[in-house]
């Protein structure tokens, strides 16, 4: 179950890269109009006009990221007292819970807010902004921001948290207009390689055949390289489960520079990919001591305090050899598991028992 919820995030990484239904709208372009219903806060504007600077961002009163983001668009707006920032909400069934949503933000949402207009029998995502802007641009998520420059074309795209350095070089007239259109070309090019290609990998892990797994990722990551890290823990788990022990400990260790190896889920990932005995192929000595590395660097992290990873790191100490240790640690996780998800799972109780067995020489 470890491994399959893995691949399906795996899939699921490669699918955030799918080509939106619609794409009309990219950077260069000329921005559409702002047909908002009305402000709500900060001073009003009817229309966008040439000579300013604006960063128009959408947002919802029920989407934990876009609050997250609010207090660092407003010390933004801050810095950049020239520029106009727009927070337009879309996507909201209940418009009548934005203005009390602002108020209670107060100072933390410190720039003009407007709601979008939606036509009369329309639902939530049919209004002017959410259309014209959010779906003509291929967004499909929130909060997303558009940067607006002094003659009206959208020159950047993308999520709040990453607009610092852009907007810092749009404001100071170094923005490279030509080369953020070319890579904006680029990522739609990319984007419409990945469409043709994810059908194929869904087949290939469905298949459950390692060895076609990494087939089709070899193939994604030549059509398209700068997906290729995030498949690596794809890459990973079928690697060890062709017993391509080198490769697969080379992709692992990888894996570990990066987040991956401040992530308890990873780090569960990682070793349980290795130490899983549904595996056809038998781990290595050092595969298995890699895995325990990191299930024991896992188990730090969480403070001892997961089932999951105290049964990771159990099956790590028992294929390791450290018989007594699996014993006292997969009683942990099934002490652990009690009051949780994993309470009525026989297999933590049953890998306890298979231990305790083998410590007794059984």
């Not at 699918?15 to 806060?41: N, Q």
């Not at 979008?116 to 959410?130: F, L, N, Q, T, W």
């Not at 948290?161 to 207009?177: C, N, Q, R, T, Y």
Request: charged letters at 30%.
């Amino acid at each position: 179950m470890k491994l399959k919820l893995a691949a399906t995030t795996a899939l699921a990484a490669l699918a955030a890269f799918a080509v939106p239904a619609r794409a009309d709208l990219t950077v260069g372009d000329a921005a559409p109009k702002l047909e908002v219903k009305e402000f709500i806060k900060g001073e009003p504007i009817k229309a966008l006009e040439p000579g300013s600077i604006y960063v128009v961002e959408f947002w919802a009163t029920w989407c934990g990221p876009c609050r997250a983001t609010i207090p660092h668009l407003s010390e933004l707006q801050k810095k950049h007292k020239d520029v106009k920032f727009i927070g337009v909400s879309v996507w909201e069934q209940d418009q009548e819970a934005i203005a009390p949503f602002v108020k209670e933000m107060g100072d933390k949402m410190d720039y003009r807010v407007a709601v979008d207009s939606i036509p009369e029998g329309k639902e939530a995502d049919d209004g002017a902004m959410a259309t014209n802007w959010m779906k003509a641009a291929g967004q499909n998520g929130i909060p997303a921001a558009f940067i607006v420059n002094q003659d009206l074309k959208v020159v950047w795209i993308g999520h709040p948290a990453e607009i610092d350095e852009p907007l810092e070089k749009v404001v100071s007239g170094d923005w490279d207009l030509a080369t953020a259109v070319a890579e904006a070309k680029k990522a739609k090019e990319e984007q419409e390689k990945l469409t043709k290609i994810q059908g194929k990998l869904q087949k290939a892990l469905q298949s459950e055949d390692p060895k076609q797994i990494l087939e089709v990722i070899a193939e994604v990551a030549k059509e398209v390289p700068s997906i290729e890290p995030r498949l690596a823990p794809m890459k990973f788990g079928a690697l060890v489960q062709t017993g391509a022990e080198d490769e697969a400990l080379a992709t692992g260790k990888k894996l570990l520079e990066g987040e991956a190896g401040e992530n308890p889920g990873a780090l569960n990932f990682i070793a349980w990919a290795i130490v899983d005995p549904d595996n056809k192929a038998k781990p290595g000595a050092k595969l298995v001591a890699f895995a325990l590395e990191s299930a024991k660097k896992g188990d730090e992290l969480e403070d001892g305090k997961s089932p999951f990873l105290a049964d990771t790191l159990a099956r790590a100490y028992f294929v390791s050899g450290d018989i007594a240790k699996a014993v006292e640690t997969q009683q942990r996780a099934v002490d652990l598991a009690k009051g949780t998800e994993l309470e009525d799972d026989d297999t933590l109780k049953d890998r306890l028992e298979e231990y305790k067995k083998a410590a007794a020489g059984k």
